[in-house]
């Protein structure tokens, strides 16, 4: 049963397919806001595909080993946290005391192996890239975390399931003035955890070529795409399970859900779209004093029972 | 094979290879990515790494001090790796054929290091984005000949 739940339902297939398809929706938004008519729906696999009979040149400088584990590693981390996330959202008892930790853990896995195989590529830009990928990770992840504690304060359980649970019998966290200010500031730490516009600062195509991703071509580009992608479509389902009640899987729910999915992800494209990139000091600025202020108040009101 | 052909033909990914030109066919090739032409819709997208490439386009003609850089970006490429001549300067030297530093068009250039390279030809000065397009449909042609070989 958990291997089903890792490779096929809510794991690595169906959180591949539907994230390449988000991916679509974002390209052709994109497409859109730009006034372009966009690729076809079947573009992201096509991608993936082609990426797959490509040749995988190791440049001679690089740390072969580190350098070819590091996107497999990402994208198993990635299908991994997908699994979690929906097996969680499918039965709230398939889950484990602590299981928000563990997934806040494994969703840092992907950052940390791009950061790790970009260094061990050997290309002065992919190094570049990789330390501003660091300081950007050092950045977002602290307040991410007192978002994440303002739930889990408010529950006082760190079970995913406990979180679920709560939501369905006191209403969403979402509704309520701590909720609001906590889920500004995950949408905005997710948005620099997927390497979206005003933070794609480590993979900057105009100053850094692709950046981390410089010297990766074929499947190991591939890898990395459907991490991106796989990613793509967890971010927003752990934002509606932490804030906005989870996925019910039954009768008109699913509707609910699948509108509440698409609503996140049309946030995410839009600040993409409407957003200038940063320079990696503001980036990090950005975080460490707004948006930790913004989580603080968002702790405190929940103390005071807002 | 078959399905990463196919997806090759549906997602062609380019590099930009600049060999001293003389910036009008790097502007005809920014109005393909412009909304008016929008070549993404074929899934065509301008990359920033050589090594995401599977396509070369390569403008003016190939100076000495430029050719040895094109010769080591075609073979830091991944294969397979199609090479675009775009513009009279690429295909020919146009005018520039009998100057003391052409170190010969860009076919010439390639196919020292790869005698089998894929090379298309895009001549015009410079060439119209229509002329680029139809180029781009007659490499995928030539792959799915390459398809029906095997």
Redesign the interface.
Known sequence: MAFFYYLIFPGFAFAAIVGLLTAWFD?KVT?RV???????W??N??????L??????VPETANKGIFLLAPAVALSASAMAAAMLGAANINWDYTFTGDLLVLWYILALPSIMIILGASASGNPLSSVGASREMNQFVGYELPLVIAMATVVFKVGSVGLGDILRFQAENGPILYSASGIIACIVAILCLQAKLGLVPFDIPEA??E???GT??????AA?GAFKLTKAILLYTSPIFIITLFWGGIQVKGLGILWAILKYVLFIALFTLIRNTNPRLRIDQAVRFFWVNMTILALIALVLMSLGY | MSLGLSGLKKSIWVYHVACSPCNNCDIEILDLLTPRFDVERFGIVLVGSVRHADALLVTGMVNRQVKPRLQELYLQAAKPCVVFAIGSCAVSGNFFRRSYNMAGPVDRAIKEVDPNAIIVYVPGCPPKPEAMISGVVKAIGFLDNLKAKK
């Open positions: 390209r497409a730009q006034w372009r008519k966009g690729p076809p079947y573009q696999f096509a991608d993936v595909a082609k797959l009979i490509k040749e995988v040149p195509e105009t850094l070529g692709a991703f410089m010297e990766y071509s074929g580009l």
